[in-house]
């Protein structure tokens, strides 16, 4: 009888401990990097594994086998960033998705400033099927709505029957996976759509958990506080969460109204209104790149034609012109040449007039005047109107997310280098905002706003969406004058578990998924 106890002993043993000694398998293993979560708390030194797409463990592993092992000691792993302010709907091109990537981008959002695919549910079932490099959603645009419904006399307000059509519209579009409404109310047809009529479109959101409106606001320049108040009292009306996209305070005039705009923005939040906005970290927007300095300046070609006959009125009347202009604009140190069109003068590429000017030895107004000579008129500037400052206020404010506001219609260095140069600039060499909070805000932040609860996050059990970078050498590279040349530092990307940009550079796989809006 004793020996059939230990018998029975050693069988207990040795099941009790067989476990401790299994192997587990992974498909990748990252050792030894600094791991960055995206909750906002301190990084840690730690290996994590992936698995089946998902992440299976953070720390210590043990012991295990795997396909591939990366050395990941110097080098920081995050979630992977979540755009909120694309513009290439959702037939994102390759070369779209390629840029995207190779900035850390894992999930992006489109549909934004008012313009999106209309039939929602349609068009998230075409990218399904024809796959995609990132994980994407929607939102469904209401001057694309407007558009559909209200085909005559645009300005006027819409019918009750055609309010009726607008709100059941997007309510199905909701209902198709959209994660709310986008509008652009500083251009057609958004201009047109009165305050109460965009309350009572944005109504629908209120029934629909994860909604949100997204709003390129009606003014960013004289009147961009009335028209923060305006979104803001959306948010108030119809209570669900704003988003201001892009918030820009444009031309030196108004660079004095960042501090007063972000303060409407908290007093929202103490009311217990969810607004925020959205920044990229630029000092010019998207059309006033490659914009041609006769009609930045409201120069007209008969202008330099009269100076070429050398009438001595006509030019010091064009010239009191252009340094009228000049001023308005903060002078010429903000007026970047971006093209010219003889090779005589390539080398004047990426110089400011004020840089120009000094070359030359002649005053600012001069320097433009013989630039449009030499090149008949055709020489295109980047407008550096936004202040830098107030850009460090807002990257620095608590309510301020971050997007990209890719487009590939207006090449501009934040298509392929926002993010990186947000990290590389802001966090590194000017130190204002601490790595793990732009992280959080790139990562957690939008996954909440948009009600993905196993995305965000370093988080086992999570879709592996990761980002590896070198903290050391992240940043941007591209300019106006070479917009797409591609950034610095990302060295590993995965989407759903698996690298689509690695040591080989980018890989031909498409292992996105669609996104979409959840009652969860």
């Not at 795997?66 to 302010?85: E, H, M, N, R, S």
């Not at 894992?106 to 934004?112: D, E, R, Y």
């Not at 971050?402 to 280098?417: A, Q």
Request: net charge negative; aromatic share 10%; with cysteine.
């Amino acid at each position: 009888m004793k020996q059939v106890f230990i018998f029975i002993f050693l069988l207990l043993f040795i099941a009790s401990h067989s476990g401790a000694d299994e192997i587990q398998k992974y498909d990748i293993v990252f050792k030894n990097g600094t791991v960055v979560d995206g909750s906002g708390m301190p990084p840690c030194q730690a290996d994590l594994a992936v698995v089946h797409g998902k992440i299976a463990k953070i720390g210590d592993l043990g012991v295990y086998q795997t396909t591939q092992v990366v050395d990941a000691k110097g080098l920081v792993i995050a979630p992977g960033f979540i755009d909120i302010l694309r513009h290439n709907d959702l037939l994102w091109s390759f070369s779209e998705q390629k840029r995207a990537i190779e900035e850390g981008i894992t999930s992006g959002l489109a549909g934004n400033c008012g313009f999106s695919v209309l039939d929602v549910g349609k068009n998230l079932a075409k990218v399904e099927k024809d796959h995609s490099m990132i994980n994407l959603g929607t939102l469904v645009g209401q001057g694309s709505v407007r558009d559909w419904f209200v085909k005559t006399h645009r300005q006027d307000s819409p019918t009750a029957d055609q309010m009726k059509q607008m709100k059941d519209f997007v309510a199905k579009s909701l209902q198709d996976g959209a994660f709310g409404l986008s509008s652009g109310l500083g251009y057609e047809p958004g201009e047109w759509c009165q305050p109460a009529e965009l309350q009572d479109l944005a109504s629908v959101l209120s029934k629909y958990p994860h909604a949100a409106y997204y709003t390129h606001i009606r003014n960013y320049r004289s009147n961009v506080l009335e028209a923060i108040e305006e979104a803001i009292q959306v948010s108030e009306t119809d209570k669900i969460p704003v988003i201001i996209q892009h918030l820009l305070f444009k031309l030196p005039s108004n660079w004095d109204q960042t501090e007063s705009g972000l303060l409407l923005m908290e007093q929202a939040h103490e009311r217990g209104l969810p607004v925020y906005a959205t920044v990229y970290p630029y000092d010019f927007w998207g059309n006033e790149v490659q914009l041609s300095l006769f009609q930045f300046l409201y120069l007209k070609q008969d202008s330099i034609r009269w100076a070429s006959y050398h009438s001595d009125e006509k030019t010091t009347a064009i010239l009191g012109d252009i340094h009228r202009r000049l001023q308005e604009y903060g002078g010429g140190d903000k007026i970047e040449i971006t093209r010219v069109r003889s090779k005589a003068f390539k080398s004047f590429l990426g110089l400011t007039i004020k840089d120009l000017a000094q070359q030359r030895k002649m005053s600012e107004e001069s320097a433009v005047l013989a630039l449009l000579l030499e090149n008949g008129g055709d020489v295109k500037i980047c407008y550096h109107g936004l202040s830098e400052e107030g850009l460090i206020k807002k990257i620095q404010d608590p309510n301020v997310l971050f997007g990209s506001d890719s487009t590939g219609n207006i090449p501009h260095p934040r298509d392929v280098g926002a993010f990186p140069r947000l990290i590389g600039n802001y966090v590194r060499d000017k130190r204002v905002i601490r790595l793990t909070e732009v992280i959080h805000r790139l990562t957690e932040e939008p996954a909440e706003l948009l009600g993905l609860k196993d995305r965000g996050l370093l988080k086992e059990g999570d879709w592996a969406d990761m980002v590896v970078f070198d903290y050391q050498t992240i940043g941007d590279t591209a300019t106006a004058v070479s917009p797409w040349d591609p950034p610095l530092g990302i060295k590993w990307v995965l989407v759903n578990g698996q690298v689509v940009f690695g040591k080989k550079g980018l890989l031909d796989i498409y292992p996105g998924r669609v996104l979409r809006r959840t009652n969860d």
